[in-house]
């Protein structure tokens, strides 16, 4: 069965900081991963994906993620962090094949100090 | 496109009332399913249903009942409201098949509470 763990349960940064997001998954073949965000309220905007290919993908919103097999993680990195980003973040993990029936963690809530 | 939609948006029920939570897709996706988030969980696959007449259960489908006679409508129904089913149910669809364009698109939510 596939599962994904998000080891962070709240994280705080400072606005222009860095940001990473953890996320780990557990897939017996080549997964779908995708970042998705929710802002309060609101419901669930993807933010990038994997399917295949280059392991660093590209999203929205300067957004970025890379896909570690070997580690079986996948990331979520931005450079510097505006105070819109504060919002719930969600990885979540799909059956190779499709974007359905996918297994999300149990999100990360970023807040960002001015 | 309105993309899915989600009716109603809030919605309070007395323990043992049962309702219908409606959702539609105008994008001819194969794939919809209802999921719930709770607080500290993430969200959690309900049922699901990968074309008309065709359901399947997911991680938590206790207490609730879903049919497919179009394309385009998936509601949830709940027989018999219970507090535990307290939530905010989101109904989600996509392309049946794979493919680096296919993604899940979200409703906008129903926030559910049973009293």
């Known amino acids: 069965a596939q599962s994904v763990t998000q080891p962070d349960i709240h994280i705080t940064v400072s606005e222009g900081a860095s940001l990473e997001l953890r996320c780990n998954y557990s897939y017996g073949a080549t997964p779908y991963l995708f970042w998705y965000v929710q802002s309060p309220g609101q419901g669930l905007q993807l933010l990038l994906k994997?399917?295949?290919?280059?392991?660093l993908v590209q999203g929205i919103k300067g957004f970025e993620a890379e896909f570690k097999r070997s580690q079986s993680s996948f990331n979520l990195r931005k450079p510097s962090v505006h105070w819109s980003d504060a919002a719930e973040y969600f990885c979540a993990v799909g059956p190779g094949g499709t974007a359905s029936k996918l297994t999300f963690g149990t999100g990360t809530r970023l807040q960002v100090t001015l | 496109n309105a993309g899915v939609t989600q009716t109603p948006k809030f919605q309070v029920l007395k323990t043992g009332q049962s309702m219908t939570l409606q959702c539609a897709q105008d994008m001819n996706h194969e794939y919809m399913s209802w999921y719930r988030q709770d607080p500290g969980m993430g969200l959690r696959l309900i049922h699901y249903s990968v074309g008309a007449g065709i359901t399947d259960q997911g991680e938590v489908p206790n207490g609730y009942n879903v049919s497919r006679s179009t394309t385009e409508d998936f509601p949830l129904r709940l027989l018999s409201a219970a507090p535990s089913q307290t939530s905010v149910y989101f109904c989600?669809?996509?392309?049946?098949?794979?493919?680096?364009?296919?993604?899940?698109?979200f409703g906008p939510g129903t926030r559910l509470t049973v009293l």
């Open positions: 994997y399917f295949s290919g280059d392991t």
């Open positions: 989600a669809s996509s392309y049946q098949t794979g493919g680096e364009n296919n993604e899940q698109f």
